[in-house]
């Protein structure tokens, strides 16, 4: 009720609040309903992200599988083919190598995924790595590093990949020394590798031929008189 004070006396009168009322209450479910769909919505986007997180990660360690599958099987085709009383120093090195290049493969996975550079230098000490291990299958393996400055990761890797294949194929056919350079030509990159013994059976898997070409390399065997020596080479890469 209201009053209000007039000429000669007082009026009274009284606000129909009934719609005020309704409209309030009105408002308030409306309100509840937007309150209710937020969260309808907030959850629907938590769950939308979590399914596609775990679609990501699900694609991500498939392709990581595929990747180290076929070496994961040659290893241990090496380890079952092994005799069961008598493993010499040689052979368990072999498996320490391969195991080291498929430890260092799942790393190099997710570092190429980051797009980022590597120094030259990181790539010597990944490469010092198996040259340690080679030496217990008999192989010495001297490593000369003449380049500064850094690679993409992908080229790095697959720098890392061709290295572990000719050791692999030097300790297969029993020579006992491997050259290495690495060198810079003003922004390219080459690897050198001569192996001991002239000739030697080494073929270029279709994958890392394949990986090769589209980053925009390439591989050379040579006969070098007396000597045999593979060349793997990247225009334009490095980077001071």
């Known amino acids: 009720m209201h009053v209000n004070a007039i000429d000669g006396g007082y009026v009274c009168y009284l606000n129909d609040v009934a719609r005020i009322n309704q409209l309030r209450r009105n408002l308030a479910d409306s309100i509840k309903k937007l309150n209710q769909a ?3 919505l907030a959850g629907e986007k938590q769950v939308k992200q ?3 997180g775990a679609r990501v990660r699900v694609e991500l360690y498939g392709e990581l599988h595929s990747q180290l599958y076929d070496d994961s099987v040659q290893l241990a085709q090496k380890i079952e083919s092994m005799p069961s009383a008598q493993v010499s120093g040689a052979q368990l090195s072999q498996i320490a190598l391969a195991t080291c290049y498929i430890k260092r493969s799942a790393n190099w996975f997710f570092r190429v995924r980051d797009h980022r550079l590597i120094q030259i230098e990181d790539l010597q000490l990944y490469m010092e790595e198996l040259v340690e291990i080679a030496e217990y299958s008999g192989l010495n393996i001297a490593l000369n590093c003449r380049a500064d400055g850094s690679l993409t ?3 790095a890797a697959l720098v890392y990949r061709f290295f572990y294949r000719v050791v692999e194929a030097v300790i297969a056919a029993s020579r006992s020394t491997l050259l290495v350079q ?3 030509d003003g922004a390219a990159l080459a690897v050198n ?3 001991s013994g002239g000739r030697l059976a080494f073929v270029v898997d279709g994958k890392t031929a394949a990986e090769i070409t589209r980053l925009g390399g390439h ?3 040579s006969d070098l008189d007396d000597a045999f020596g593979i060349t793997l080479q990247f225009n334009g890469e490095v980077s001071s």
């Open 38 to 40: 937020n969260r309808l």
């Open 50 to 52: 979590a399914t596609a």
């Open 153 to 155: 990761t992908r080229r």
């Open 182 to 184: 690495i060198v810079a």
């Open 193 to 195: 590798l001569m192996p």
């Open 219 to 221: 591989y050379a065997l």
